[in-house]
């Protein structure tokens, strides 16, 4: 098999489908469709082939999404023989071998791969590439084969490496780098039993120093706010403030303490209003789904807050 070359810049511009991340895209095994700019067939054959490698994936409950660039489902396309059959009109057969390959395009890992042999006639090169093209079914047995031999290398992974995810994201913690870490441990496939419930666990444990953290750095800055101004105007700049803090154990207490004197200063309507929006901020993680929902909201404010484009050079695959 021919060298396959992955260079350029990879997935979330080149993702073909799905970029919108959502809660569901959390817990499952994803596969970014992703075609390298070079790659020998022509445009509207390329569109057609992302098409058609969505359709194997999504059919499959494995569809491309934001979560998680890292794994990746791609082509290789190596020309056959092509003949030119006489007209009128004059057509072209096309002969081709389109490899499938999974793989993990952060560690250059080819996980699976399997190769179809298509032949499409056309009036024109590039026609008779899309009626080739369009004889891949999705539901092929090579191809649900290829599918679940990819499936088990990736769940492998996981479980061979989550000591290391676990590891990685109490280093990120440390670092006050929660979104992050509380995102690393989301995008384990519930699939992948083990290692899912050990790294929800501790997703568990870093929203909790997540919401120490902020509840601490909230609440310094609504102090400060009515040290300044112990006025009206500064209960409201304060309150505007207080009621977005998650109330943890360790400031619970100087909380209730901020709040009464806010309140004192707030007219009577105000203070309904204030009393029902604490009261609100009380209930908004007073379950376990409500954490879990959290976490994954959590995850997906820092997909968005990252580069548009991921970027891998030097990847040979072959």
Known sequence: MKNFIVVLILIVATISSNAQVKFDDFGRIVLNTYLPDNIAIPAEAKNLLITK????????????????????????VNVGTKDIIAGPPQMIAQNLDITLFIGDAITNSIFSNTTLSLKGVGTNENKAFIEALKTINPKNKEVLAFLEEGKTKIISYYNTQCDFILKNANALAEQFKFNEAIYELMVVPEVCKECYFKTKDEAGVIFKKKTESDCSEKLNEAKLIWAAEPTEIGALKASAIMINIIPSDNCKAEINKLAGEIKNKLQLEQKKK??????????????????????????????????KTVTYNNIYWR
Not at 54 to 75: D, E, L, V, Y
Request: hydrophobic share 30%; charged share 25%.
């Open 274 to 307: 204030y009393d029902f929006d604490m009261l609100e901020m009380e209930k908004r993680y007073d379950t376990e789904q409500k954490i879990i929902d959290a976490q994954k909201e959590i995850s997906i404010e820092y997909l968005r807050n990252q580069p």
């Open 53 to 76: 490698l969505n359709q194997i994936t999504s059919n499959n409950g494995m569809g491309g999404s934001q979560a998680n660039p890292r794994f990746i489902i791609t082509a290789n």
